[in-house]
């Protein structure tokens, strides 16, 4: 400590305590250790203050993580990270993703000191206000830099391997001239707690993805306190067994990063480093506790640590030397990536072009011809199949037509029929396939899938059974909060997968998931549904889009004789009239999926007695609820209304209005054969057709 520095120009209490108080808590605390390399760590110390004061003003974040990383990012961002702040988006850039999102004014602060203009100074000061770029999380879209939303711990970790997986797929097919580049990701022990990262980091092991590189704020400290109370992995050979290279170093010595990076580079599997920090480091009492984690460190604590740190400058003042030096640390990117640019303008015209167009997210033509002629074809061939089927068959077209789709399946893909005659394995070493063997990881795998759409350049989908929705139910919801284009096939959707019983049976699901704000929930009746509805999914580039699909075979109801379709997709408007007449119609049944036979059968049966019914298909209520009033009243009609669906009622009151009647599910399924459980659930068209006379 400096005993004739200037006095602080501070307002207010921390004036008064920094200048007053002569036993402050910069005074009882050791000494910091001296710095390897005082210029950095000075610009280190840039990022501990600015995290400090942002939390200070906002009353609320995590001091802790940003203060404790601020050497490792000070060495990955000025040495290492291939990044651009002029052009954020450049294809081939690293990707730095920061699982701990709760750190997240670490990376506003690199974002801001590095020059990206769109984090400014002020924003900074915004932390965590309504309308700020720098929300209390990191949130994709907000701000340029920011590659996924983090916050929930071990999606971001979960995201990275898609990233990388994404950039090795793209790399074999567009050669390394093109793309070449790093995932770096920052992750905090509860990172390493989440389950998913341990799907995700075996996912990665498996398939060697060597450019991952993960650093670990190794601190020892989680929110209950010291993470001895709930922690006692080993996590490098934890990762050692999952087939990364795993190593230890101290996490405030830039040599030690550095001389870490190097060796990741050279690397031939996926890198984790666990780097010893001090949460907090700086901070005179709160360092190395749970203390620092998430609350502001107070006025007292927050001066006597720029006291400690030799820090001399009121609240987001950089001074000048410190802040050329971080701009300077985003210049080299600007060469790199033009040097990329002159690599891409040399490549072959058809070859770039593709690739162009894959980054700006446009589908190939022909989609449309394509779907109206396997609607054709399934009209033709008037196949009794189930949609996981038809979805299959769909597929086998779109693979050929689309290149940017990678499937894949959470170890259920002949269940799922999810892999396309055309499709090849992608493989440890040979990346050039088109499907992905997640294994029986269906979080990890979407949470992969997140990654590999917000890369961009592919699209992916993934299947598993409609009930293990819920195992990947939260990387779900962050597609769909930040409007990522991920498409789940989920087959199995109801009791009608039969005798493998209720645990199996989803009822809940399409409720729960039809919650969710920003997803796209299909549930198509029939084969040329099905491909009107992988049109729809395939289009939506901006949400996540899931198709529920059955096991068990289902008529065709799109047949001659019934609407066509042919210039329109008539699930595009989310419900339609599917069958009416001949006269006003005395009672409209509802329907989605398996269930719109069961409605069709009840309109015969109803018929018989001249009673006329109406079928509406409603295979996207998202999309139905998009469309202006009038469609839905002339949809829905102004008779009674019955609504058919093997799943809870919830969410149908909104259609059926106060006096309409639901045929469904009110408990869990039970295990036999399909033909038994309609019947014992009373989900058959008698059963319909009696509830409809009861409305008359
Ligand atoms: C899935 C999930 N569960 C719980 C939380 C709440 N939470 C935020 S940080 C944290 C743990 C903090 O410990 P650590 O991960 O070691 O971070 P550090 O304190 O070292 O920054 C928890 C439980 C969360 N963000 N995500």
């Known amino acids: 400590m400096q005993a004739n520095r200037p006095k602080l120009a501070l307002d207010g209490p921390l004036n008064h305590l920094a200048v007053m108080n002569t036993t402050t808590p910069a005074a009882t605390a050791p000494p910091l250790p001296a710095p390897r390399d005082p210029k950095l760590r000075r610009m280190a110390d840039a990022l501990r203050v600015l995290a400090m004061d942002a939390v200070e003003q906002a009353k609320s974040g995590h001091p802790g993580m940003p203060m404790g990383m601020a050497d490792i990012a000070t060495v990955l961002f000025t040495q290492f990270l291939r990044f651009d702040p002029q052009a954020p988006d450049w294809p081939d850039r690293d990707r730095f993703v920061l699982s701990n999102g709760h750190g997240c004014m670490l990376l506003y602060g690199l974002l801001h000191l590095t020059g990206y203009p769109d984090m400014t100074l002020d924003e900074l000061k915004r932390f965590r206000q309504l309308g700020s770029r720098t929300a209390g999380h990191p949130e994709r879209g907000h701000a340029s830099g920011i590659e996924v939303t983090t916050g929930p711990l071990g999606q971001g970790f979960g995201n990275s391997v898609g990233l990388a997986l994404a950039e090795r797929v793209l790399a074999a097919e567009f050669r390394d001239e093109i793309v070449d580049h790093r995932t770096y990701v920052f992750a905090s022990d ?20 060597n450019k991952l590189i993960v650093f670990y704020d190794d601190n020892s400290i989680s929110i209950d306190g010291p993470t001895e109370l709930a922690f006692s992995d080993d996590p490098l050979l934890r990762f050692h067994g999952y087939g990364w ?15 870490a990076i190097r060796r990741a580079h050279n690397s031939d599997r996926p890198n984790l480093i666990a780097c010893r920090t001090t949460i907090a480091f700086g901070a ?24 400690r740190l030799g820090w001399d400058y009121p609240p987001f003042v950089i001074p000048e030397d410190v802040r050329t030096a971080w701009r300077a640390a985003g210049e080299p990117g600007g060469p790199l990536r033009r040097a990329w640019e002159e690599r891409l303008h040399a490549a072959p015209a058809a070859r770039r072009a593709e690739f162009l167009r894959r980054q700006r997210g446009e589908l190939p033509g022909g989609l449309d011809a394509a779907i109206a002629k ?11 199949i189930a949609t996981r089927q038809a979805s299959g068959t769909v597929l086998d077209t779109l693979t050929k037509l689309v290149p940017e789709l990678v499937g894949g399946s959470a170890d259920l893909t002949p269940s799922n029929n999810t892999k396309a005659k055309d499709q090849k394995d992608v493989r440890r070493g040979d990346f050039s396939g088109r499907y992905i063997r997640y294994g029986v990881r269906e979080h990890g795998m979407a949470a992969a899938m997140n990654g590999i759409a917000a890369h961009r350049g592919l699209i992916p989908y993934g299947g598993t059974f409609l009930t293990f929705s819920d195992y990947a139910r939260p990387s779900i919801r962050l597609a769909a909060f930040t409007g990522l284009g991920v498409i789940y096939v989920m087959t199995h959707d109801s009791i009608g997968l039969g005798e493998d019983g209720p645990t199996h049976q989803p009822v809940e699901h399409l409720a729960a998931l039809r919650a969710m704000p920003g997803l796209y929930v299909y549930r198509p009746a029939d084969p040329v549904e099905t491909a009107e509805c992988w049109a729809l999914a395939l289009q939506r580039r901006d949400a996540p889009s899931l198709l529920a699909l059955t096991r068990q075979p289902l008529p065709l109801l799109r047949g001659d004789g019934s609407p066509r379709g042919t210039d329109r997709n008539l699930c595009a408007r ?20 398996s269930e719109v036979s069961v409605a069709s059968a009840t309109r015969e049966l109803l018929a018989r007695d001249g009673i006329v019914a109406a079928v509406v298909s409603m295979p996207c209520w998202e999309l139905f609820e998009a469309q202006p009033q009038a469609y839905r009243d002339a949809v829905l009609g102004s008779a009674p209304r019955v609504a058919i669906e093997a799943a809870v009622r919830l969410g149908w009151e909104r259609w059926l209005g106060t006096r309409g009647a639901f045929i469904g599910m009110s408990g869990f399924g039970a295990s036999a054969p399909v033909e038994a459980l309609y019947p014992h659930f009373e989900i058959t068209a008698e059963k319909v057709a009696e509830a409809a006379r009861s409305l008359l």
């Not at 509860?190 to 998913?196: A, P, Q, R, T, Y």
């Not at 107070?298 to 001066?303: K, L, N, R, T």
Request: some cysteine.
């Open 190 to 209: 509860g990172d390493l707690m989440e389950g998913v990262s341990h799907e995700a980091a075996s996912l990665a092991g498996h398939l060697g993805l």
């Open 574 to 593: 989310g419900a339609y009239v599917l069958a009416e007449g001949p006269h006003a119609r005395q009672v409209t049944l509802l329907a989605t999926g």
């Open 284 to 307: 005179p009492t709160k360092a190395g506790t749970a203390a620092a984690h998430g609350a502001p460190l107070g006025a007292a604590e927050v001066a006597a640590a720029r006291e």
């Open 245 to 259: 290279a795993a190593e230890r170093i101290d996490g405030h010595d830039t040599e030690a990063i550095a001389d």
């Open 374 to 384: 396997s609607c054709d074809d399934f009209r033709a061939a008037n196949p009794r």
